[in-house]
């Protein structure tokens, strides 16, 4: 007689029969039996589904080796799925052209900074907001916003290379949040951070 009964998760399951239902036009996110592997031996993410409505928050968690960044990859391209359906607002991101309709909506803070040592905090954010089609006379109070916000006012004007981590990983998050895209993917954004 076993003194342990292995229990099966339910959940994951229900929750791949419900984003096998949905449309991609009708989801923020919609991920459907993504996989990815880095090796032959060992899958980073296996058989991942989920489906997100506009408007919602929601968290992937695991351990270290889980498969969260990998997930984040494979939505922005970075890199791409083995197998499996990704759309992002109703694009589907393994294609150039849906990636191109996708990329347009989305801020994105890696897991690690991506940013410049040789530009201040504000250029940063005045670049980004460029890219993302902010008009111009719009960026200066948007950027000032974001500086006010993510407590980086003192550091507006410092070469982002020689900003703390955790003010890194806040220039980081402002980055992504700047222009106010409707789906904005977050990898640990408060890593090193003071609460």
Known sequence: MAIFEETVDNDPFKEELRVLKLKPEDCSIKVEKLSKSYTLNEKAVSNLSFGLEYGECFA?????????????????????????????????????????????????????????????????????????????????????????????TAYAHVNAGTLSGGNKRKLSCAIALIGNPPIVLLDEPSTGVDP
Do not use: N
């Open 60 to 152: 992937l968690l695991g351990v270290t080796g889980a498969g969260k960044t990998s997930t984040f990859k494979c939505l922005t391209g970075e890199e791409g799925a083995d197998v499996g359906e990704l759309f992002m607002g109703g694009h589907d991101v393994r294609t150039q052209a849906g990636f191109e309709k996708a990329r347009c909506m989305i801020g994105y803070c890696p897991q690690f900074d991506a940013i410049w040592d040789g530009l201040t905090v504000r250029e940063h954010l005045e670049f980004y907001a460029s890219m993302k089609g902010v008009r111009g006379d719009l960026r200066e109070e948007l950027v000032d916003k974001q500086v006010k916000e993510m407590d980086l």
